[in-house]
Every structure is written in structure tokens, then in C-alpha cells.
């Protein structure tokens, strides 16, 4: 309503997060197209930025959606036999229900939530050879447990034609 006061509620949660003063003023700005020169100065700079931040020369996807949509974009692209998804809190447990909602074939590597995923239990799964992507969230943000991905990921690099997908929302730059 015109004229009523708003009252500003600090936000203790994984997302949406805080958006400073200067981030709100600049959403206020008319927006610049997707095909415009001016958007395509801002994608270069925002690849070279994210490169420096996520250390990597490889090209970085940015999505304009929620993580469900990251998530369902990587079930969908990177999937051809069948999904390993290590679950171990709820957004685990959600990338799951998500390949299941998308009629794509998964499995879950359970383990009691508030543990993490071993290496040794996901090396037994993959030996079985039906699966081409493991799925795992770096800071399973709902129990507080952080996987082991690096040594995950080594057990996946032994299984050619098998890729890991990480969720790293929560954590990725911090």
C-alpha cells in the first residue's frame, strides 16, 4: 500500500539471502536485453569474474532459474543410462524426487541423514557398472554435513563414462 511502512525482516536461511541496499537500487534500472551489444559485455565480464573465483579457465554456466532448475537441467543433459544419487539430508533427497519427477532412471546411495556419503560405499555401487551420473550436494545445508567430494570424485574418475554433479549452492565461494 502507498505510503505504509515496511518492516525489513533479517533473513537466517540458506536462500533467498540478503540483498544490499546498492544489489535493490540497481534491480530498480530498466533491464538491458539478451541480445543487446550491452548484455554481451556483461556476460564477458561475468565469465571472466567466475573463472577467477571458481578457479578454472573452463566456460562457466550461468542459469537464470533457482537451483531446481540447475538441478533438473543437469538431470536432464548429463543422464543417458542412469543416476546415482547420493542422498544424505533433504536436498539430496530432493535431486532424487527431481530425476524421479523427470522420468529418468535412479537409484539412491542412502545413508542415515546427518552422515556423510563414503568413497567405499560409492565405489561398491558404481562397480556395478549401471550407472553414468552420480549426484551429491557438497554442504547438505539440511543437517549441517558436508560431503567428501574431492574423494568422491576420485572414485568416480575410476568409472569411465561416469560423471559427478555437485550441488555446492551453499558453499561454493565460502
Known amino acids: 500500500m502507498k ?5 525489513h525482516k533479517k533473513l537466517y536461511i540458506p536462500g533467498p539471502v540478503e540483498m544490499s541496499q546498492d544489489t535493490i537500487q540497481s534491480m530498480a534500472k530498466p533491464m538491458i536485453g539478451h541480445r543487446m551489444k550491452e548484455f554481451d559485455a556483461l ?19 550461468v542459469f537464470t532459474s533457482s537451483a531446481t532448475g540447475v538441478m533438473e537441467g543437469t538431470l536432464r543433459n548429463l543422464c543417458a543410462k542412469r543416476i ?4 544424505n539430508g533433504a536436498f539430496s533427497e530432493r535431486w532424487h524426487k527431481i530425476a524421479l519427477d523427470c522420468g529418468l532412471p535412479a537409484d539412491n546411495l542412502s545413508v542415515e541423514w546427518g552422515q556423510a556419503i ?12 549401471d550407472y553414468d551420473l552420480v549426484t551429491v550436494c557438497l554442504n547438505e545445508t539440511s543437517t549441517g ?11 568416480v574418475k575410476k568409472y569411465p563414462g561416469v560423471l559427478i ?3 555446492a549452492v551453499s558453499a561454493m565461494t565460502g
Do not use: H, R, W
Not at 84 to 87: E, M, Y
Not at 118 to 129: R, Y
Open 118 to 129: 563414503t568413497p567405499e560405499l560409492l565405489d561398491a555401487k558404481l562397480k556395478s557398472g
Open 165 to 167: 554433479a555437485v550441488d
Open 84 to 87: 546415482l544419487s547420493c542422498v
Open 3 to 7: 505510503g505504509e511502512l515496511i518492516m
Open 145 to 155: 554435513i558436508m560431503n567428501p567430494v574431492k574423494e568422491l570424485a576420485a572414485v
Open 43 to 61: 556476460y564477458a565480464s561475468i565469465q571472466t569474474k567466475l573463472k577467477k573465483v571458481l578457479y578454472t579457465e573452463n566456460p562457466v554456466f
